[in-house]
T-cell receptor, first 113, second 113 residues
Framework: GENVEQHPSTLSVQEGDSAVIKCTYSDSASNYFPWYKQELGKRPQLIIDIRSNVGEKKDQRIAVTLNKTAKHFSLHITETQPEDSAVYFCAAVYGGATNKLIFGTGTLLAVQP | KAGVTQTPRYLIKTRGQQVTLSCSPISGHRSVSWYQQTPGQGLQFLFEYFSETQRNKGNFPGRFSGRQFSNSRSEMNVSTLELGDSALYLC????????????FGPGTRLLVL
């Protein structure tokens, strides 16, 4: 079916530590994987994305890795700060020609000062 | 450019009633997608409209419907409301293809009593 599994559902880290969130998709044809951050009471915002022709992409303290063979991708946040506390959603494109963006269930990241 | 706007922001209805939510995309964006967000379920895809046509549809019952106007503004309608329809309904707009950044609106919080 069309689903994206995301783990863990909650993650608590100390400020300065790294955080890793993992997602698995089922459609081998999926070729686009964005990550969204939703702060409390706010709308989701794109933070980074990756296409299937790339294995890794970095943007300052954030990186995303993609393993097409295993059909999973991960978000890595280094040197976490309290302002990184939010819900993070991964997503994958499904459907080939229909190209639906299906989201994971989200990870609540809490960065303890 | 103004961001994605949604009206109303909050809504209280009773079971059996119907409701219409509105979304105005960023100027120039032709695609509008709708999502239902509930705790633990993440962002569930409802449907996407592009140039006044439904381009994609999620796995929701026929009580959920939508449309898009020539100015790209979109409406979502839910008929015969059920308690389980209580959720935050988010719309998102993008230029056209799934590979482009999707910008979310602030959402409409619907409470069904």
């Amino acid at each position: 079916g069309e689903n994206v599994e995301q783990h863990p559902s909650t993650l608590s880290v100390q400020e300065g530590d790294s955080a890793v969130i993992k997602c698995t998709y089922s459609d081998s044809a999926s070729n686009y994987f964005p990550w969204y951050k939703q702060e409390l009471g706010k709308r989701p915002q794109l933070i980074i994305d990756i296409r299937s022709n790339v294995g890794e992409k970095k943007d300052q303290r954030i990186a995303v890795t993609l393993n097409k063979t295993a059909k999973h991708f991960s978000l890595h946040i280094t040197e976490t700060q309290p302002e990184d506390s939010a819900v993070y959603f991964c997503a994958a494109v499904y459907g080939g020609a229909t190209n639906k963006l299906i989201f994971g269930t989200g990870t609540l990241l809490a960065v303890q000062p | 450019k103004a961001g994605v706007t949604q009206t109303p922001r909050y809504l209280i209805k009773t079971r059996g009633q119907q409701v219409t939510l509105s979304c105005s995309p960023i100027s120039g964006h032709r695609s509008v997608s709708w999502y239902q967000q509930t705790p633990g379920q993440g962002l569930q895809f409802l449907f996407e409209y592009f140039s006044e046509t439904q381009r994609n549809k999620g796995n929701f019952p026929g009580r959920f419907s939508g449309r898009q106007f020539s100015n790209s503004r979109s409406e979502m309608n839910v008929s015969t409301l059920e308690l389980g329809d209580s959720a935050l309904y988010l719309c998102a707009s993008k230029l056209s293809t799934v590979f482009e950044t999707q910008y979310f609106g602030p959402g409409t919080r619907l409470l069904v009593l």
